[in-house]
């Protein structure tokens, strides 16, 4: 008994444990090994990319609420990155500056005033005017691509801030049971040894025990960290999953208050036919 028990004080009890146990136990622990690794990995690479992203964020959005123009971050060469918010900033501008210049929609700035009463040889020289008095818009078909696409974009950034999440709910839900059956494993292995042996002593059942014990008290080793860090990292995603959401709704609001053109049907009519009256004009006096 007093030769049994010395190694378990002298040396680690988990080494010994290690020592003692059965080819499936260790394969037990082998392979919560490689989950911790995976886990670990995860933990450190999703931590880093979350800093990052709050950080990159909130830069972002002050630089944004700075601006009176949507496209002016764009305009201004600036970059935000690892910033969500600013990603889909970018995928929303490319799609709206696309419409722009391929699908444009010219509004007046202004009412266009009747040529009728001005003095011959001025009503070309105010067509000109006029025609430079316009500012470009999208419609509202152009608009709706350019929201689908925004919200495309909300959608891959919010996958890939949960991307690798999975091996941490993972390891926090499987780790234990991975880690008992290994302890049951072993705990059935050293009674079917001690009943082949006739024999039910301590000395026989302790080394046994204690290597069946091992895998889990590895597994619970894995869950823990697993569980803090998956909790964590919850909760900061989906803040900034409702941030996100939050600003492509707001983007979206001013995009469609600057660029679209939003005129009842009539007032595009009327400015269709003075637009066409105008040409009428030049063609006459030319």
Known sequence: MTMTIEPMLAANAAVFAIKNATMEGKLTVIA?????????????????????????????????????????????????????AYQLYIRGADELAYHLKNRPVYVADRPRAATSNLPPGAA??????LARDRSTKISIASFDAVRVTLEEAAGAEAMGLEKGMIVLSTAVAGGPFIGLLGTVWGVMSTFASIAENNSA??????????????????????AIPAMFAYNFMV????????????????????????????????????????ALAGRIVEGLRA
């Open 32 to 84: 919560l090994l490689l989950l911790s690794l995976f886990s670990w990995t995860i933990i450190l690479t999703k931590f880093r990319q979350l800093v990052i992203a709050r950080g990159a964020t909130k830069k972002f959005l002050d630089a944004y609420a700075s601006t009176r123009d949507p496209l002016d971050i764009q305009r201004s060469n600036q970059e935000f990155d690892g910033a969500p």
């Open 124 to 129: 070309g020289e105010h067509t000109d005017v």
């Open 201 to 222: 002593s301590l000395t026989t059942m302790a080394p046994g025990v204690a290597a069946a014990l091992v895998a889990t008290v590895t597994g619970l080793l894995v």
């Open 235 to 274: 909760t900061t995603i989906r803040s900034i999953t409702q941030e996100l959401d939050g600003f492509a709704t707001r983007y979206a609001t001013q995009i469609e208050h600057v660029y679209v053109d939003n005129r009842p049907l009539a007032e595009e009519i009327k400015s269709a036919n003075e």
